[in-house]
């Protein structure tokens, strides 16, 4: 049986080991990092917590919708055994919210993918030896690595959290101007307590000015590798900083895991920067439904 319960009925103790022991942990279900990135979820539980769905949501004209927070690249439904229905978990979903927009992880199996968007992100399988992952490099970011060292770039790790903010407010974020300054509070938090709980990592690419030109906070989890967020220097983009930045990870982690996880991006221009890595493509679904009254659309605006 699944039910519907509010995050202060939550038995964090059954619900962290949920996530943890489900086919598809991710560090973004535990409870300690939806009560950063979200100021309300909800969760849907199947039985004693043999699976869950946290769920985002906010409130509009008095109507709570589900949304997908910035800084979680995936969530959907975390289940201990094979044998749990994704689709059950999303019709139930659709009796508590009118509107519901949600991205579903690469490991949920769905049975009846056509009313859900597929979207896709890019991983590179991980090996032993660095020297073989580098041949699969494309000739580009192997020329970006040869500017980098030109350049003299330099790598850093540990580098302050606030720097990397600073740099995506200046230059990604002014093409993306609905992430306020609520949201970059919101992602120095989430930096912080993943690296207070051994999760994460900064990374960052200096020139020999002292100039900040790449930066990204790296999740660490299981054997993933994730990038949750990063940006270049868009006035300093002919040094093959970003390249740089992700074959230093790539370089460093190698050993340690076995994939390593781009982020994601269904736009086709940065998709195909991230192939140019040897990476392969990898499909999540995006979930939608709108069960709205036709003149309460337009709440959504």
Same mark, same amino acid.
């Given at each position: 049986?699944? /039910?519907?319960?509010? /995050? ?16 598809? %942990? /991710? ?7 939806? $009560? ?49 229905? &994704? ?15 949600? !991205? ?25 030896? @660095? ?5 699969? @490099? ?5 020329? $970006? ?14 580098? /302050?959290?606030? *720097? ?19 949201? @970059? ?13 051994? &999760? ?16 990204? =906070? ?12 990063? %940006? ?6 002919? *040094?093959?900083?970003?390249? !740089? ?5 790539? =370089? ?9 996880? !781009? ?12 192939? %140019? ?9 995006? !979930?939608? %439904? *709108? *069960? ?6 337009? =709440?959504?605006?």
């Amino acid at each position: 049986m699944i /039910r519907l319960i509010k /995050r202060h009925q939550l038995d964090e103790i059954k619900y962290n080991n949920c996530i943890k022991k489900s086919l598809q %942990s /991710r560090v973004y279900a535990f409870s300690w990092y939806l $009560d950063i990135a979200c100021k309300n979820w909800d969760i849907l539980i199947l039985n004693d917590y043999e699976a869950v769905m946290p769920i985002p949501w906010r409130k509009k004209l008095g109507i709570k919708y589900v949304y997908p927070p910035f800084w979680i690249l995936e969530l959907g439904i975390f289940s201990i055994n094979t044998n749990v229905k &994704v689709d059950e978990f999303l019709q139930e979903a659709k009796l508590y919210f009118k509107y519901i927009e949600s !991205f579903l992880n690469t490991d949920s199996v769905v049975e009846n993918p056509l009313n859900l968007k597929k979207r896709t992100l890019q991983k590179l399988q991980l090996q032993e030896n @660095y020297e073989a992952i580098v041949d699969n @490099y494309r000739k580009d970011r192997k020329k $970006d690595l040869r500017r980098a060292k030109e350049y003299l770039l330099k790598e850093k790790w540990h580098d /302050r959290p606030e *720097n990397l903010i600073e740099l995506f407010k200046e230059n990604v974020g002014l093409r993306t101007p609905k992430i306020g300054k609520k949201d @970059y509070d919101i992602l120095l938090r989430i930096i912080q307590e993943c690296i207070k709980n051994g &999760v994460g990592e900064m990374l960052s690419i200096y020139n020999p000015y002292e100039t900040l030109v790449a930066s990204a =906070f790296l999740i660490k989890y299981k054997e993933t590798v994730t990038i949750l967020v990063s %940006s270049t220097d868009f006035n300093n983009r002919k *040094n093959g900083a970003n390249t !740089f930045l992700i074959d230093s990870a790539i =370089f460093k982690y190698h050993k340690e895991f076995k994939t390593f996880n !781009f982020g994601g991006s269904s736009i086709k221009s940065i998709a195909n920067y991230f192939l %140019s890595f040897g990476a392969k493509t990898d499909n999540y679904y995006q !979930f939608k %439904s *709108n *069960n709205l009254a036709k003149l309460l659309t337009l =709440f959504k605006k």
